[in-house]
């Protein structure tokens, strides 16, 4: 198997691009896939000054590594959810605690600025916690809170837009799990791009959405650097996750089947659901924009707090 | 495993109602699905004459019989395609035979009337030969040639609508096959009901849609209705197999998954993408309609006798 560039021992086969890389160019490809779907979705500037929500994961990381080398400005925000589990490596750390140290070692090596936001401290809870508490799932949970927090961490350090890691094989995931049940007003939200709106949504942009799953490991593999490879102990009951599997089974018979999946629906279905989009105001607590008087975050605290 | 109605022993499960069924109550369980679809999609009337296109299947045959019951007058028409293959039961027999036999013991016991149209003596070739010829895959050659002419069939017999038995699984593997490209034009041509269109279209409609595969060949075998269960021996190559396997699977973790997927589409989705259809111009050749100047069959027949 040889690199498609210059036809040195390759590191790592692209089925559904018909392509092998060495880890040079490997890397040349993943930066100009990033580069590609900034350009093509008018996602950011290099004038903006960017936030990125960082997990210690693989995804975030090759995120902020990628934009970096790209010339953008990006400081990077870990929230520290309180989520335990015994690591085997690490015995005696909690999941959370190692996380961050990836991002904080990433971080300090470079020369990046890290802000650390800990739940618990700020808001009162832990996510397993909370997950007790409203005997929810805990992704769900901590989806709201993140969404929320990261997004008030924007708007408090005067960022222009919050990065997301999301990469190909979450934004299909996610839209196939909503087009099966034609859960439209879902199926409209969902872009690489939402703008900002004036009442107090940041702008959020996924610039990792060309590249799969096991390309960022890759990326980050080629690249030294050291991401957090467990799987978060609370997943248990993410439906993502059986998503993923069942699309990697279709991947496997036709290459390119998510990538065209997801690409089909931006140019050519996209706009048949953006009508959806629910009509937003102010939360009555915090201002945040939500859809009712107070929003999700909101009651989660106060219920925590009662 | 008892059944859900008179607690008798059940003969087959079926996961996504959550129910179980003895052969009796299966049987008036699968005819209240076609009844429900019937009305549901306001399909035909006791009055309109219905021309069904049977093939030999567990499908097309337990839809003749339940649309019997329920008092629809149904006549049938089957294709002779030509398509070989020794079958193991009954050596020396090709694959066409046995199936048109199937349809004419069908016919013969109810006393219903069944219309054969041989491909090769009407228009000169067998689906193999147009296969070899044109190098395409069978099944897009014999789709193209059953849509013509039954369409013909039963404009012929002045019939009100031809009835199409495809099933619940046919169904939802078309439509993901489309969804997973987002290909509009297809996805808004997808309904059970094909309404006539003035220029030669017979009004074309699916009352199966509610029933899965095996459920169509439970139907058959526990009322004693011979199918041919072999499968086309020329069905290499078709997409739509592999499709239903990979949406078996996704079913096998979520019950009810292909139901919801296929009316939520028809329920929410269906008229996003209506206005798709193409204009339809008539065949120089044959006066039936095509997007073209001569229909796709008439051209293959042109190709045929060169």
Redesign the interface.
């Known amino acids: 198997m040889k690199c498609r560039v210059c036809r040195g021992k390759a590191a790592i086969k692209i089925r559904r691009h018909n392509a092998a890389f060495c880890p040079e160019h490997f890397t040349a490809h993943a930066v100009r896939q990033v580069e590609k779907a900034i350009k093509d979705f008018d996602m950011v500037t290099f004038e903006d000054r960017l936030l990125l929500g960082v997990s210690g994961g693989k995804d975030s990381l090759a995120m902020w590594d990628i934009l970096t080398r790209l010339g953008y400005s990006v400081d990077g925000v870990y929230l520290e959810l309180g989520i335990g589990g015994e690591l085997s490596e690490e015995e005696g750390h909690a999941y959370s605690d190692v996380s961050r140290q990836y991002c904080e070692s990433f971080a300090s090596d470079r020369g990046l600025k890290l802000e650390i936001i800990d739940l618990s401290t700020r808001y009162g809870f832990t996510i397993p916690e909370a997950a007790t508490e409203t005997r929810r799932v805990p992704c769900s949970v901590c989806g709201l809170s993140k969404r929320y927090i990261l997004n008030q961490a924007a708007l408090d350090g005067e960022y222009d837009a919050l990065v997301m890691g999301h990469n190909l094989d979450d934004e299909a995931a996610t839209l196939m799990g909503n ?6 007003e879902y199926i409209g939200r969902q872009h690489p791009v939402l703008p900002a709106s004036g009442n107090g949504l940041i702008r959020k942009v996924k610039p990792l959405i060309r590249l799969a799953e096991r390309e960022t490991a890759a990326y980050c593999i080629l690249n030294g650097i050291d991401y957090e490879v467990e799987e978060c102990p609370m997943v248990e009951g993410n439906t993502g996750i ?1 998503m993923k599997e ?1 699309l990697n ?2 991947e496997e ?1 036709a290459p390119g ?1 998510k990538h ?2 997801l690409f ?2 931006l ?3 996209a706009d ?2 953006s009508s959806e989009q629910p009509h937003l105001t102010t939360c009555q607590s915090c201002g945040q924009p939500t859809i009712g008087e107070t929003c999700a975050f909101c009651r989660l605290e106060i219920r925590m707090k009662a």
């Open positions: 087009v099966l049940q034609w859960n439209t059986k069942w089974e279709l018979r089947a065209r999946f089909g629906y140019e050519n279905a048949r659901f």
